[in-house]
């Protein structure tokens, strides 16, 4: 019997965007993965606030000084989710993505949310820092890798400077296919 309510439901992959300009080559492969998994992909960005902090000074147009870190951050990752639909036509990226804003400790709540969208995957990027900046301040991927149940894959650069990208993307998907 044929029973589409039994049918397990497609993967999630996470992604933790931290706004920055590495953030569209970590959606890119993300986005890649996906669509060789057809796979759903949850971009995250995790506000890391000071405890009771809820107001950051912006100026808006001269008329608000002060901006919520809620819209500041919806407003910022809804532009770096138009750059990369714009810089990555191919990959059709933006029509089904869903996008979650949280507050917290990012590697704490990160890992929570992987566990909140079951996701079989996270993908996020690396800042290169010096080992002695590593030593000291941590890294966020490190402690995301150390803590997360679901498969993390740390991408370092755009997917374009990755050595030999469409060749693993095209056995990825070769792979996922005989599966």
Do not use: D, Y
């Given at each position: 019997m044929n029973d589409i309510a039994n049918l397990p439901a497609p993967p999630t992959i996470l992604v933790p965007v931290d706004l920055s300009d590495?953030?569209?080559?970590?959606l890119s492969v993300a986005?890649?993965?996906?669509?060789?998994?057809?796979?759903s992909l949850v971009v995250?960005?995790?506000?890391?606030e000071a405890v009771g902090e809820t107001e950051y000074p912006r100026p808006k147009n001269g008329r608000d000084?002060?901006?919520s870190l809620d819209k500041?951050?919806?407003s910022m990752l809804r532009e770096l989710m138009d750059r990369v639909s714009r810089d990555h036509p191919d990959l059709e990226l933006v029509a089904g993505v869903r996008t979650r804003i949280v507050y917290g400790v990012p590697a704490t709540r990160i890992c929570e949310v992987a566990k909140q969208e079951n996701a079989s995957m996270i993908v996020m990027g690396s800042h290169s820092r010096t080992r002695l900046a590593h030593l000291l301040v941590g890294s966020v991927a490190g402690r995301v890798l150390s803590r997360s149940q679901s498969l993390v894959t740390i991408v370092k650069g755009s997917a374009e400077e990755m050595v030999g990208f469409p060749f693993w993307e095209a056995n990825l998907q070769q792979t996922h296919a005989q599966a």
């Open positions: 590495r953030s569209v080559g970590v986005a890649r993965f996906a669509r060789c998994t057809h796979a995250l960005h995790v506000v890391h000084p002060l901006l500041i951050a919806e």
